[in-house]
């Protein structure tokens, strides 16, 4: 079981940068691939970045590619996505989730925080 915490959405510039962090409880979130997703009012559920559990592996959505960066700290039990040059487009809740292996597939990770708004002005 893991229980996941997002934190540092906002409302940000266009052009300009946000963190956001995803801390997990358990002992065992060095066994789970982390995910970030997105959902806008009115659209699906978008996939964005996923990082191993060793943090060696990533893969982004194309909408992303380039201007975000998903890491992890294993001894801190957080994820983080660094969105650099941000766009209105990018303006959504995002939702960090945890999978037991490596995919872009909302339906392949069982476990998912409460999400957190990143509000991008233009």
């Known amino acids: 079981q893991v229980q996941l915490v997002e934190s540092g959405g906002g409302l940000v510039q266009a052009g300009g940068s946000l963190r956001l962090s995803c801390s997990a409880s358990?002992?065992?979130?060095?066994?789970?691939?982390m995910g970030w997703f997105r959902q806008a009012p009115g659209k699906e559920r978008e996939f964005v970045a996923v990082?191993?559990?060793?943090?060696?592996?990533?893969d982004y959505g194309d909408s992303v590619k380039g201007r975000f960066t998903i890491t992890r700290d294993n001894a801190k039990n957080t994820v983080y996505l660094l969105m650099d040059s941000l766009k209105p487009e990018d303006t959504a809740v995002y939702y960090c989730a945890a999978a037991t292996y490596m995919s872009v597939r909302g339906a392949d990770f069982g476990f998912w925080g409460q999400g957190t708004q990143v509000t991008v002005s233009s």
């Open positions: 358990g002992r065992t979130f060095s066994k789970y691939c």
């Open positions: 990082v191993s559990w060793s943090g060696g592996d990533t």
